[in-house]
């Protein structure tokens, strides 16, 4: 015998009084802010921009202008949610965010030349890359560099949150973590991507190389005499100019700086600085090769 199905009032209220303890249990800060910033709305408006900065719009199907109009007023729609605090200045932030978003489309040119120099040195750097279209439509390296550049020039500007919602949609989408704060030179290029971390205080020179699943991250965690984390201070590596990195490698500290020209070797941990034109390598390893029993 089969128990009765609740009836459609009785699974109203339960979802009701479920969602109502839901509201109560989140966390107070998520419950006192007035306003939230959409983060599927910041996903999109990290994939329009990255399709005007690359020239797409029109063979998609829309102007670029339309499709930059249409990114810049949700740009600023989400940018007044992370200004606004009360009902009452829902006019002084849209102000302030339609300033900020006027600023940031000054700068776009800015942003698409640096860009294009990524592009063409992933395309000198890498054989596997026939075209650069296909750079721009499938390496994941280059599409959050892209939106790195984007977060980072808000960051600068001052904007909260948005730059670092804009950084984890591309986490999400290509499984590279950049935080916005870090300083990144022109010419970087991100080989393959996937698991990169690159920290908040992190300075990459000119025309450096990364590969997948590279930490740029810290050695550890000062705290003031309360216990409470020290933040502000520079917690990850300096890469200077022309600096190859290859995958897996761990570098960290703040006051690690990897010299100019040097490499650093697969799979190796880096805590301390490294002169200029160095090569860093693990001890050699024997292999054992043995004969499998049939």
Request: hydrophobic share 40%.
């Amino acid at each position: 015998m089969t128990a009765p199905r609740p009836s459609t009032s009785a699974r109203s209220r339960t979802v009701t009084a479920i969602a109502r303890a839901l509201t109560r249990g989140a966390p107070r800060e998520m419950r006192t802010i007035h306003r939230v910033p959409d983060p599927d709305a910041v996903a999109w408006v990290a994939r329009n921009l990255h399709r005007v900065i690359f020239g797409m719009c029109d063979q998609l199907g829309e102007p670029a202008a339309v499709t930059l109009q249409s990114t810049a007023e949700m740009l600023v729609r989400v940018i007044a949610a992370a200004y606004s605090k009360s009902p009452r200045d829902s006019s002084s932030s849209a102000a302030r965010a339609s300033k900020n978003v006027h600023a940031l489309i000054r700068a776009l040119p800015k942003i698409q030349r640096a860009l294009t120099v990524d592009l063409e040195c992933a395309f000198n750097r890498d054989p596997a890359a026939r075209t650069r279209a296909e750079i721009i439509l499938c390496y994941p390296g280059l599409r959050a560099l892209c939106i790195h550049r984007i977060a980072h020039e808000l960051d600068r500007l001052r904007v909260p949150i948005i730059p670092r919602m804009l950084a984890e949609s591309a986490h999400d989408s290509t499984g590279i973590d950049i935080h916005p704060c870090a300083t990144i030179g022109s010419g970087f290029f991100i080989d393959h991507g996937t698991s990169v971390v690159i920290g908040e205080t992190a300075v990459i020179g000119k025309n450096c190389t990364i590969y997948q699943g590279v930490t740029l991250g810290a050695r550890r965690f000062d705290r003031h005499a309360d216990g409470s984390l020290r933040r502000g201070v520079k917690r990850h590596p300096t890469l200077r100019d022309d600096v190859t990195v290859y995958a897996n490698a761990t570098i960290l500290g703040g006051d690690t700086i990897i010299g100019k020209g040097s490499t650093i070797a697969a799979g190796v941990l880096v805590q301390s600085s490294v002169p200029a034109h160095s090569t860093v390598k693990p001890a050699r390893v024997e292999l054992t090769v043995a004969r499998s029993k049939k």
